[in-house]
């Protein structure tokens, strides 16, 4: 493995899906998922040009921003968060990407001690095995979310189907990205809504295509 041949080739990649759909490279941020390696290993990533790291547990999150505090690094909680560890972890993260249910949103509310940059997860895949709201969960959930003053939702996140064929992972992140664009009309005063949380190794030039303004890549960097 060479950490900084992959580096290059994934921000090259991501260059190419910019170029491709008529983007610039400044539209997309990848977030770098550290889940798989060490503190020593992350700081070599950030030598290497990446900015955004993410971490799927709350207590390797602390202990690696805490071990490269010293570091430009803008850091993503992604997936899904336990309701009892929210008060551990939700003031120090700067974008929170697994939104999954009113109530761990609620909890966020009442934890936070500042506005928390939040991604709404959807699936709309429909797999069961998948967190997130439905689309009409959702649409049920809006009018509630709105009042959660301590939540800046700035955006949705999805993830598609391991293994589907390109077509229907593309038509998911199509969908996903057309949901984003009719709640962010509503202009619901806590939602921006500007925001789109998906791909991953697998299929990042694809969701880059649809819209995503942020590419969630572990993998690729590792192998
Ligand atoms: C692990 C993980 C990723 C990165 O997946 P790779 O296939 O390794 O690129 C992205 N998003 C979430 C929520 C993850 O848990």
């Known amino acids: 493995m060479s950490l900084k041949e992959n580096t290059v080739q994934v921000f090259e990649k991501v260059s190419n899906a910019c170029q ?12 770098a998922v550290t889940k798989y390696v060490d503190s020593s290993i992350t700081r070599k990533l950030v030598e290497a040009g990446a900015r955004h790291l993410g971490e799927n547990r709350v207590e390797p999150f602390l202990a690696k921003r805490e071990a490269l505090k010293d570091l430009p690094i803008t850091w993503h909680f992604i997936g899904s968060l336990q309701r009892r560890k929210v008060k551990d972890v939700i003031n120090f993260v700067d974008y929170f990407h697994g939104l999954d249910s009113l109530k761990l949103a609620q909890e966020i509310n009442k934890r936070a001690d500042h506005p928390i940059n939040c991604f709404i997860q959807v699936n709309i895949s429909g797999e069961e095995s998948k967190h997130g709201f439905s689309e009409t969960e959702l649409r049920e959930a809006l009018p509630q979310l709105a009042q959660l003053s301590q939540l800046n939702l700035v955006g949705l996140m999805t993830m598609a189907p391991l293994g589907a064929d390109e077509t229907l992972i593309a038509s998911i992140f199509s969908k996903t990205e057309a949901l984003r664009q009719t ?3 509503e202009a619901w005063s806590n939602m921006p809504m500007t925001e789109l949380s998906m791909g991953m190794s697998q299929d990042y030039p694809l969701a880059i295509e649809a819209g995503a303004t942020f590419v969630r890549i572990g993998t690729a960097f590792f192998e």
């Open 20 to 31: 491709k759909s008529g983007r610039t490279e400044q539209e997309v941020k990848v977030i």
């Open 183 to 185: 709640i962010q009309q």
